[in-house]
């Protein structure tokens, strides 16, 4: 058998101020090959080096870059809004809950109706029966009324103004401020009413008329 031997190598080498660096690796290779191969006949040399390794450090540092299946995520913040909120203002007309009864004159039957201020200027109203009716402020003027029935009507400002009032009753009717210029009251009734505060009502019309009260005097049926 062979004996392990230990091949060491020269520590010291003196360096030739002209000779490499490069050149003293390559004598100490050279050196380590031949004592290699003078134990080339033995399977079992183990050989030791005392050659240490120098390893590279590699310095470059890897930059992470990002992969090409990235997605790329961006948050945005919602912007916050402001409501305006537009307010409408709707004005209601006035309405009223008076409810007029004009369509009564169709059937001449207007006892107890609303006729407020309604203007029947000229209209033909004969025969109508008016009793008990409320008429403030209507307007009759040249309107033909022949006939027709105001017995205890309100007929407050009420224009009869030129109008035709032939044989019409105005029992207990309210005349306060009722106007008659020119009116027609041939015949008429004025029996149990105030006239004190009827306008333009002249004598020669009251002559004409068939009864009516005045100075204490009740000449009613």
Do not use: W
């Amino acid at each position: 058998m062979c004996r392990v031997l230990r091949v060491v190598t020269p520590c010291t080498v003196r360096r030739h101020p002209f000779i490499s660096l490069n050149a003293v690796k390559v004598l100490r290779i050279a050196l380590l090959g031949a004592s290699l191969l003078a134990l080339a006949a033995c399977g079992d040399v183990q050989v030791s080096s005392t050659s240490t390794e120098v390893g590279v450090i590699d310095t470059t540092t890897p930059v992470d870059s990002p992969s090409d299946d990235a997605t790329l995520t961006t948050t945005t913040e919602p912007v916050p809004t402001t409501s305006v909120e537009a307010t409408t203002t709707t004005t209601v007309p006035v309405t009223t809950t008076t409810v007029l009864d004009v369509a009564c004159i169709k059937t001449t039957t207007c006892q107890f109706a609303n006729l407020v201020g309604v203007d029947f200027s000229r209209l033909k109203l004969d025969f109508v029966n008016f009793q008990v009716a409320s008429l403030a402020g209507a307007s009759f003027v040249g309107a033909n009324l022949n006939n027709s029935i105001f017995i205890r009507a309100d007929l407050t400002a009420v224009n009869f103004e030129g109008a035709s009032l032939k044989n019409v009753d105005f029992t207990a009717a309210t005349l306060t401020a009722a106007s008659f210029k020119g009116a027609n009251v041939e015949g008429a009734v004025l029996c149990d009413v105030d006239l004190t505060g009827v306008l333009d009502l002249t004598k020669a019309q009251l002559d004409q008329v068939k009864k009516f009260k005045t100075k204490g005097k009740v000449y009613c049926p």
